[in-house]
């Protein structure tokens, strides 16, 4: 399975961004998938998940009521919307996917494919 980000970029403080992860193979429906991130000198974390349906999603404490996670299994594709940004939200993000599971993926150690990752910096 190949995922490629796309949407980062440069934003100023207050700004929204929509950050894209398209995949190959037509199994994307039993996928779970997430977001993480890791920001300079940080470890990766947690960022949002979704479930293969879509039906559920979690979200990390720092970006909840800011970040949306949503998925269009048609088109194969994982959005993670972005509002609101802070500067502390500067990172490189990674799209994630585990495959064949019905549940959400919050752990970096279950994930089984990664992307390569999008650049977000928020200027303040």
């Known amino acids: 399975v190949h995922l490629v980000e796309s949407g980062g970029g440069l934003v100023q403080a207050g700004g929204s961004l929509r950050l894209s992860c398209a995949t190959s193979g037509r199994t994307f429906g039993t996928y779970a998938m997430g977001w993480f991130r890791q920001a300079p000198g940080k470890e990766r974390e947690f960022v949002a998940t979704i479930s293969r349906s879509g039906g559920a999603t979690s979200y990390a404490d720092s970006v909840k009521g800011r970040f949306a996670i949503s998925r269009d299994n048609a088109k194969n594709t994982v959005y993670l919307q972005m509002n609101s940004l802070k500067p502390e939200d500067t990172a490189v993000y990674y799209c994630?996917?585990?495959?064949?599971?019905?549940?959400?993926?919050?752990?970096?150690?279950?994930?089984?494919?990664w992307g390569q990752g999008t650049q977000v910096t928020v200027s303040s």
């Open positions: 994630a996917a585990k495959n064949s599971y019905w549940g959400l993926v919050r752990l970096q150690a279950d994930v089984d494919y």
